[in-house]
């Protein structure tokens, strides 16, 4: 149980498109879904916080409008990179928690190599 | 931002050889997770501890919660080459949404 996929595992794009990620809980209904950036050798940094069908609260620093998080259902979660940029390349990794021990666990990441 | 205490940095061991690796905080958390991470996956939850005192296994690990609420252990018994990895301890808060407060991490390396 507690199954989270993330789709697509690996991206390259072009600067200046967006890419969007999503990630989905399989198995269980996510209240509250986390996305995150990790740097290479670094720990996860909270980028986003989304509640199922209310807007997602961003981590300072992170722009609300480069990165859009859509949180429609309690199965799926969208990271949205806006007009990428070659610094936008990193790991992006969902998280999903619900029910009564708000455990969070996490997708596989996304690997974001932007050109 | 905020984030905890994880020692040892990086761990290089021969395969049989138990490990042990901690987190410490100045805040209390009510919630202690560990996880591991390997290349290019997400981190995988090992052991979650819900109270101050609890001492928790799952086959080989065995972590335990602080009677301080700081503080955290993780064991691993034996260890083998499938160990290698990044663990990472996380708090939860109990606010904020339940967001998690991350260790740096523990590079374990096994030499076989």
């Known amino acids: 149980g507690a199954v989270v996929s993330q789709h697509p595992s690996r991206v390259i794009c072009k600067s200046g498109t967006s890419v969007k990620i999503e990630c989905r809980s399989l198995d269980f209904q996510a209240t509250t879904m986390f996305w995150y950036r990790q740097f290479p050798k670094q720990s996860l940094m909270l980028m986003a916080t989304?509640?199922?069908?209310?807007?997602?609260?961003?981590e300072q620093g992170v722009e609300k409008d480069k990165f859009l998080i859509n949180h429609a259902s309690l199965t799926l979660s969208t990271l949205t990179v806006t007009s990428a940029h070659p610094e936008d390349s990193s790991f992006y990794i969902c998280s999903a928690s619900g029910g009564r021990t708000d455990t969070q666990y996490f997708g596989p990441g996304t690997r974001l190599t932007v050109l | 931002g905020q984030q905890l205490n994880q020692s040892p940095q990086s761990m290089f061991i021969q395969e049989g050889e138990d490990v042990s690796m901690n987190c410490t905080s100045s805040?209390?958390?009510?919630?202690w997770l560990w996880y591991k991470q390997e290349p290019g996956e997400g981190p995988v939850l090992l052991i979650a501890l819900y109270k101050a005192g609890e001492l928790t296994s799952n086959g080989r690990l065995t972590a335990q919660f602080g009677i301080t609420r700081k503080d955290s252990f993780l064991n691993i018994s034996a260890s083998i080459p499938s160990d290698v990895g990044i663990y990472f301890c996380a708090g939860q808060l109990t606010d904020s949404n339940y967001q998690l407060i991350w260790g740096a991490g523990t590079k374990l390396i096994i030499k076989p």
């Open positions: 989304s509640n199922e069908g209310s807007k997602a609260t961003y």
């Open positions: 805040s209390i958390f009510n919630t």
